[in-house]
């Protein structure tokens, strides 16, 4: 939980909701979720949906929460509603961190993963890689790289330049923006400076 706060929105009551919840409760409530996430009945998404439901039962446990947990133990069926992986793919500027906005995003994810592992079947695309390539993607879109640039060169180290690797190996031909514009395909695109 202190993991989760460090990242996103502040939220300091949440902590002391989630510590109220007792051990035997926690575990019941995750293993359940874990269950949920794992079953072959219903869709992927409802099993889900059911797994975020489960771990919402518990205090102070929100849906975005819930996602890092299942997360941890499921990579290759879920993705952590991290807020700058949400906002990419949902091309929004404000969160509700309700379980239909979870949901959205998911299904956005899963629509991804599908479209990437089609285009590059070699690499194994899961939700929490999408979900982190697009975290990276909406940080360094705020990034000044100038001065990671100047450091590089006033400390003789190998830079990136003309699109190649330091290296000299193949780089994937899945970038953060890449990724990012995979996921905005078929929607109208903001203009940006």
């Given at each position: 939980?202190?993991?989760?706060?460090?990242?996103?929105?502040?939220?300091?009551?949440?902590?002391?909701?989630?510590?109220?919840?007792s051990a035997s409760q926690v575990e019941k409530?995750?293993?359940?979720?874990?269950?949920?996430?794992?079953?072959?009945?219903?869709?992927?998404?409802?099993?889900?949906?059911?797994?975020?439901?489960?771990?919402?039962?518990?205090?102070?446990?929100?849906?975005?929460?819930?996602?890092?947990?299942?997360?941890?133990?499921?990579?290759?069926?879920?993705?952590?509603?991290?807020?700058?992986?949400?906002?990419?793919?949902?091309?929004?500027?404000?969160?509700k961190y309700s379980l239909s906005e979870y949901?959205?995003?998911?299904?956005?994810?899963?629509?991804?993963?599908?479209?990437?592992?089609?285009?590059?079947?070699?690499?194994?695309?899961?939700?929490?890689?999408?979900?982190?390539?697009?975290?990276?993607?909406?940080?360094?879109?705020?990034?000044?790289?100038?001065?990671?640039?100047?450091?590089?060169?006033?400390?003789?180290?190998?830079?990136?330049?003309?699109?190649?690797?330091?290296?000299?190996?193949?780089e994937s031909e899945h970038t953060s923006e890449?990724?990012?514009?995979?996921?905005?395909?078929?929607?109208?695109?903001?203009?940006?400076?």
């Open positions: 939980m202190k993991w989760k706060l460090s990242r996103g929105k502040f939220r300091p009551q949440l902590l002391k909701l989630a510590e109220s919840n409530l995750t293993l359940e979720g874990f269950k949920a996430v794992d079953s072959k009945k219903g869709s992927p998404l409802e099993n889900i949906k059911l797994g975020i439901g489960h771990l919402t039962e518990m205090r102070g446990i929100g849906p975005a929460t819930a996602s890092a947990i299942l997360t941890a133990g499921s990579p290759d069926k879920v993705a952590f509603m991290a807020d700058e992986a949400t906002y990419a793919i949902l091309d929004t500027t404000t969160l949901m959205c995003f998911m299904n956005a994810v899963r629509d991804t993963v599908i479209k990437l592992r089609k285009d590059d079947a070699q690499f194994d695309w899961t939700p929490h890689k999408v979900e982190l390539t697009l975290w990276t993607y909406r940080l360094g879109l705020n990034m000044d790289f100038r001065f990671g640039l100047k450091n590089c060169v006033q400390q003789d180290l190998p830079i990136r330049s003309q699109n190649k690797s330091v290296t000299d190996e193949t890449s990724v990012y514009l995979s996921t905005q395909s078929g929607r109208k695109r903001k203009k940006t400076k």
